[in-house]
């Protein structure tokens, strides 16, 4: 039998979904954000970029996926914790990946930033967007990383 | 049946009411609760003798919901809990099984299918009720928040011609008109030439806080005023960076009293400790 491999195994500890839609929802979810982190013992650096990082997305897929969902989870790589987050919307979805993610594009009047900004500010960042069908950003922040 | 037991039913559910637990007799008096009650029954008992017990949807219903409705908002605004908001319906409901059991006595297949009826009904009025509650509560919360908007955006002037903007909580675009708004009014009003904005109440700045804090501050350099923001946190200048964020044509200062020093140095002012004249 062939077991599937994996750069790192990361097992998740704790799972709580988040439904945002409307402007209130988002405070609430940074909040939520905030108490995780601090449970596992964030410093207050990496607590911010990681605020932020939440920020960014949430606001992303506010305006561009008409809301969504998002995924908080405390994971462990063995060594170190952290927080998963898992943004999913099911907007129009991003055409092309490649010019999103490069600093200063941006289909609204922002200042397109958000999605290259983010990836600076966390450990992992993964994007998968389908045209038509929605959008799934995943974003993994370590403890002390 | 029921029409005739008006008054049984209602001196029951009012002795349910007195003897729960929970009756704010602080809240609502005894000769409010009671007209409450009765004006309820009245117009239940009228419906239930029409034989519509199921669609709710109905016009005939719709006089028993709008006093359910008022009463469960009235009660929302007053500040009743959600159980002693739900003990007032349910109350009613122990009522008027208890005078059916005395009514129909032994024909158990009968008191089975009218209590059912009475059960379904009351269920229904008290989802009702509930639905109505936490809409009164939600106002009550929508009008906070609305108020929070309003007061937590002060312009102060301190000093001759330099005013400060503490901002407190997330710069979303509808709080950032506001702060806009406020700050490039009072600048004309007092004729400042420096506005400093102290940021060390925002939890985080993301791309779009930044967005609006260069847009407040070019809107503040075309009325002619030089705009300074302070109160940049070691965390929150190192996320600034990371995101790439250009802030570097913006004069910005770690705390309020740099600002201020800052803001003395451009007006030429300067503040001197008094020394004590030796003679």
Redesign the interface.
Known sequence: MRIPTCQTMILALSKDTIKVTQ??D??FL?NRVKEVAVKIKMG??N???L??AA??LV?NMMRYGGGGSCLIEVVSSGRSNGVRLTFTDKGQGIPDIEAAMR?GFSTGK??G??L???K??VNEFSIKSKVGEGTTVTIVKWANG | MLQKKKKNILELWMKNQLADEGLREDLISNDDLRAQSEELIDSLVTNLSSGNFTDLNSDEWSPVIEILGGIAITRARQGFSPRETGAFVFSLKEALLETLQKEIGDDTKALFTESMKINRLMDNLSVITFETFIKGREEVILRQTDEIAEISTPVIRVWDGILALPIIGTLDSARTQVVMESLLQEIVDTGSSIAILDISGVPAVDSLVAQHLIKTVSATRLMGAECIISGIRPEIAQTVVHLGIDLSNIVTKSTLASALQHAFKVMRLEVKKITPRTN
Do not use: Y
């Open positions: 402007e209130q988002v405070v940074k207050l650096v607590q911010t970029r605020l932020t920020s960014e606001r600093d922002s200042l930033l958000g290259p900004g983010t600076r500010l």
